[in-house]
């Protein structure tokens, strides 16, 4: 499980995130909001980790509050609050308490 994604225009984040995975594949992506130090990273990590994987890991992210909740990305599973995420050794709650998102361990 990845949380959040950088920038995307560094490739030393994707050589060290590389190095980090060490071989092993990621179970899913969470993006904690829209910001593009969070987000920006996304395309490049599908396609640059995970490019030769048949199937990509799940990109998780609550909708933007602002626009109405409007977005253009095709690669996100958008969650709503309470949705939960379990991968091997690890659960993960995403809510939204007072418009502020909150991750935590479950």
């Avoid at 560094?10 to 904690?32: F, K, M, N, P």
Wanted: aromatic fraction near 8%.
């Amino acid at each position: 499980m990845l949380i959040d994604t950088g920038e995307g225009n560094s490739h030393t984040y994707i050589e060290l995130l590389r190095q980090a995975l060490d071989g092993a594949r990621l179970s899913c992506i969470v993006a904690t909001h829209w910001h593009h130090d969070h987000v920006g990273g996304i395309r490049a990590i599908l396609d640059e980790i995970c490019g030769s994987d048949k199937v990509k890991p799940p990109v998780y992210k609550f909708r933007r509050l602002e626009n109405n909740g409007k977005e253009e990305w095709d690669e996100v599973e958008y969650v709503e609050h309470g949705h939960e995420i379990t991968v091997e050794g690890a659960s993960l709650r995403l809510d939204e308490f007072d418009n502020k998102r909150v991750f935590y361990q479950i």
